[in-house]
């Protein structure tokens, strides 16, 4: 993954015309832990996403690409299941009944998926007084993918102007 992933490096060096970019330890241990689901251009937009992140936070001329410029990249999991609910459960912010609930399982696995998501789409827009920006940053996403997401869940925001 590493070779791959510096190959690709220096593919962005050179297209945005940087001296130097260089890919962390940190950025190469969760590049390994991820599971990779789609194909070998996610990994070059990831790479190319975290380098423009990485040169916008800094002046130098050798930009240094971390893990927190790589975005949420979820590792696979490797423990079995019940041994990640048994961590959840124990967990005091997934068992906080005010922010999340568990949708009914029975609807089946699609239809629990976007309870889910609209359920927290809903309570950080409301914890956001209606700012999508603000509630993607919360989420940890980006506003278009978020605002698209609820559109296709059906939730929105409106806003009323009332005149007295």
Request: some cysteine; glycine content about 4%; charged content about 25%.
């Amino acid at each position: 993954m590493a070779l791959l992933a510096g190959y690709f490096c220096e593919a962005t060096r050179r297209k945005l015309g940087m001296r130097q970019l260089l890919l962390a330890e940190d950025a190469v241990q969760r590049l390994d832990a991820y599971s990779w689901p789609g194909n070998v251009r996610e990994l070059e937009h990831v790479i190319s996403r975290a380098a423009l992140t990485a040169r916008a936070g800094t002046s130098a001329t050798i930009v240094q690409v971390r893990a927190e410029h790589l975005g949420l990249l979820v590792p696979a999991v490797t423990e079995p299941v019940t041994e990640l609910a048994a961590e959840l459960a124990e967990d005091d912010s997934v068992r906080d009944d005010s922010t999340v609930r568990l949708p009914d399982t029975g609807a089946g696995l699609k239809a629990a998926t976007e309870a889910f998501q609209k359920q927290l789409i809903v309570t950080a827009l409301q914890a956001n007084d209606g700012n999508w920006a603000a509630a993607a940053r919360e989420l940890k996403t980006d506003r278009a993918n978020l605002v698209r997401l609820a559109k296709r869940l059906e939730v929105e925001v409106v806003r009323e102007i009332v005149s007295r």
